[in-house]
């Protein structure tokens, strides 16, 4: 380096690219026209080129930019820790259990470890996913006004980033409808569907507005609530365009028609979508939807062309196999077996080399069109097989209560019940040989449980629904086997009580679930029938 302070960098290059220092006169260098990189102050006699300049702005801009990210990245990973932090404190709590009677006492320290979140992070995704928990909390305590309050936070703090103002919104109209509030409800249902056009819980709002009518029976309200949905759905076509994203809006469009039960409209909708939109997923989605409404008015020719151009048309699609296994289905309700079983045949081959257990599946139905048909033996041979060959195959495990089921049908009450016996027995063992969670032990539950029902042994049932209740860890399936086991007490063992708690029991852990609102009907109909026993 240089260190006479009489020279400048000079835009000239060296053998090695390295600006040349030219002498200083007269505070530039001689020669060179005053510019703005040549007037600027110098720097221990050194003047800086407009070649280092530039790479100087960049340097400045990139690390700008950097620091901008990394605090960013600070901000997000401080507020990850500190959500962190509070889920321990309402894992805890959950672990410990507690009484619903101090909700509000036992979940308190939860509930502002996740608002300390709010506070310090407010523009963090863990902001707002905290408010979503904290809006939880609060309906586990029935303080819904306090839980809207912090969803409508979501809503005014995350416009425009995900879909998080928009499932904030849905939430809220579930709050306004669990309130009793449904003018409320219905108004932020439409707002969903209003600000939220391209969303999934936009889309799907309308047709919680006419399930929710056609629920309480209320004919007139549902017809206005389905116009109305059709009217929204077919302004936002016209104003998408022929653009592929619509193609999504055409295909709920025929589920506003399926929720009404207009079947015909929804197949007609359906089949329109091929045709506008032919290289969108929804095309093929659209065929096999059509398909199912048509078999749902009986217009079963129709249901069997729409799946055999489905077939045709999309001879490499993931549901290529399952459609060929429904239309051997259709033509076995039929009473047409000998085509049932081609079709099934057909879907053997198509399944042999790429999906064994559901190439399985298909030869089972095979056995199953010939028992149904009145061959036993064929079928018993195509059983045997089956066991044989993949005895521990979710097919194989079906076998012992089909067999039953076949000694049923011919009078054999008691061959049927030893069988059974057998199954269950078998069913137990295996159990025992498998890591839970994992798929051949869910088939083996599953076929315990159904032998126990065929048997008519409805209060093991009830046990294993409570056995799988507590081992489940994910939330949506703990409350399938939570709301199931309401159910069978309900409706097989007649315990009016205990299903009444368990209906509560699963309001209080899942208020956001899904069959939350069939089991507060649940509810209501069982405290009524209670108050007329009174």
């Known amino acids: 380096m240089n260190n006479n302070k009489n020279v400048i960098a000079s835009n000239q290059r060296d053998s ?63 507020a990850e820790k500190a959500f962190y932090e509070a889920s321990k404190i309402l894992k805890e709590i959950k672990r410990q259990g507690f009484d619903q009677a101090k909700a509000s006492e036992v979940l308190t320290p939860a509930i502002q470890a996740f608002q300390a979140v709010v506070e310090k992070y407010p523009s963090t995704t863990k902001a707002a996913e905290s408010l979503f928990i904290v809006a939880d909390l609060e309906v586990q305590q029935g303080k819904l006004d306090e ?49 939220h056009p391209w969303e999934n819980k936009g889309m799907y709002a309308p047709l919680v507005l006419i399930a929710h009518y056609k629920q309480e ?100 699609h993931a549901q290529f196999g399952e459609a060929t296994m429904r239309l051997g289905l259709i033509y076995q309700g039929m009473g047409q077996f000998e085509t049932a079983r081609s079709w099934y045949e057909k879907a053997v081959k198509h399944y042999e080399a790429k999906e064994k257990p559901r190439a399985l599946d298909a030869k089972l139905l095979i056995g ?77 539950r599953r076929a315990l449980v159904t032998a126990y029902a065929q048997k008519g042994e409805w209060d093991k049932v009830a046990a294993s629904l409570e056995e799988d209740y507590q081992k489940e860890q994910i939330p949506g399936k703990k409350a399938n086997f939570l709301f199931l086991k309401g159910l069978v007490v309900e409706n097989r063992l007649q315990d009016a009580n205990q299903a009444l708690s368990i209906y509560k029991n699963f309001l209080k852990e899942y208020p956001q679930h899904p069959l939350a609102q069939l089991a507060e009907r649940h509810i209501q109909s069982l405290s009524s029938a209670n108050s007329v026993q009174k």
């Not at 839980?147 to 936070?153: G, I, M, Q, T, Y």
């Not at 007139?220 to 998408?240: I, P």
């Not at 097989?385 to 993949?390: A, G, K, N, R």
């Not at 011919?410 to 890591?435: H, M, P, T, V």
């Open 368 to 444: 199953r069109s010939f028992q149904e048909e009145g061959h036993w033996e064929k079928a018993e041979e195509i059983y045997k097989s089956i066991e044989v060959e993949y005895p521990k195959s979710p097919a194989a495990l079906q076998i012992p209560l089909l067999v039953a089921h076949h000694y049923e049908t011919i009078g054999k009450k008691k061959e049927a019940d030893e069988e059974l016996s057998k199954a269950i027995e078998r069913y137990q063992n295996l159990e025992e040989g498998l890591i839970p969670g994992t798929l051949g032990a869910g088939y083996t």
């Open 217 to 316: 029976g209320k004919k007139g309200s549902e017809n206005v609530a389905y116009v109305k949905a059709v009217d929204h759905f077919e302004k936002m076509l016209k104003e998408a365009g022929p653009i592929k994203s619509a193609a999504m809006l055409k295909y709920f469009s025929g589920l506003v028609h399926m929720a009404n039960e207009e079947w015909e409209k929804a197949a007609t909708a359906w089949l329109e979508l091929p045709k506008e939109f032919p290289e969108s997923p929804y095309a093929a989605l659209s065929f096999l939807s059509a398909g199912e409404s048509f078999l749902k008015i009986k217009k079963t020719d129709r249901a069997v062309e729409t799946y055999k151009l489905f077939l045709e048309k999309y001879p490499t």
């Open 16 to 78: 090695r690219g390295r600006p040349l220092c030219l002498p200083v006169t007269s505070g530039r260098p001689q020669g060179v026209a005053p510019t703005f990189e040549n007037i600027l102050p110098r720097n221990n006699g050194y003047w800086v080129s407009s070649d280092v300049l530039h790479r100087l702005r960049k340097l400045f801009v990139v690390l700008a930019f950097a620091s901008l990210i990394l605090g960013c990245q600070s901000g997000e990973y401080k």
């Open 147 to 195: 839980a809207r309050s912090a969803l409508e936070k979501v809503v005014q703090n995350f416009t425009g980033k995900g879909t998080l103002a928009s499932e904030a919104r849905f939430r809220i109209a579930q709050i306004y409808e669990k309130q009793g509030n449904w003018d409320k409800a219905e108004a932020m249902y439409w707002e969903t569907a209003t600000y």
